[in-house]
């Protein structure tokens, strides 16, 4: 079990050590998503991803998803049939790692989510920007590159031979 989320931190490092910036086709990006359950794991409320973007329809991930009492943080694809840029069909597949409650409840499995991503219009968001070193930090507005709502169904097979079909609605802001 300690190998396991040894491997897991590893891929995480990895990923979070990479400059955030793309274009869809190559590089790296970030996205927020918070709603009803996910397309990555199936159990999460708020879920923070870095995106590896291999091509303009197929993307690596790793994502970490918080849920009321508990967490996860799980790695996978994403398919998307059409340009991942517009609204597009997709097929997403996770591998992911649970903890839930005091810490004794454990759950691992995989999920297989078909689904739809319907783009919306993008909007601004204000983050902190400190061009120097020593200086106060200045507010700079940028635009999400892709803003989108999330609906499918989400197939779920856990280690303790369990499984469960869930559906799922999230709203994703892609930076």
């Not at 190998?3 to 996205?31: C, H, M, P, R, Y």
């Not at 517009?86 to 649970?98: D, I, N, V, W």
Request: charged residues 20%; aromatic residues 16%.
């Amino acid at each position: 079990m300690k190998f396991k989320i040894i491997i897991l931190l590893l891929i995480v490092s990895v990923g979070l050590s990479q400059k955030v910036d793309s274009n869809f086709s190559e590089g790296t990006d970030a996205s927020v998503s918070y709603g009803f359950l996910s397309e990555k794991i199936a159990f999460s409320l708020f879920e923070y991803t870095v995106l590896y973007n291999l091509n303009m329809k197929l993307e690596a991930y790793t994502s970490f998803n918080w849920i009321i009492f508990g967490g996860s943080v799980g790695v996978g694809y994403k398919y998307y049939f059409n340009n991942k840029t517009q609204s597009s069909a997709f097929l997403s597949t996770c591998a992911h790692y649970s903890i839930l409650g005091d810490g004794y409840e454990q759950m691992y499995g995989i999920s297989i989510a078909p689904g739809y991503s319907i783009k919306l219009k993008n909007e601004k968001y204000v983050r902190r920007y400190n061009p120097k070193q020593g200086k106060s930090m200045e507010l700079k507005v940028k635009e999400y590159k892709k803003r989108s709502m999330k609906v499918g169904l989400s197939f779920t097979y856990m280690g303790d031979h369990s499984y469960a079909v869930l559906p799922f609605i999230s709203l994703e802001n892609r930076f």
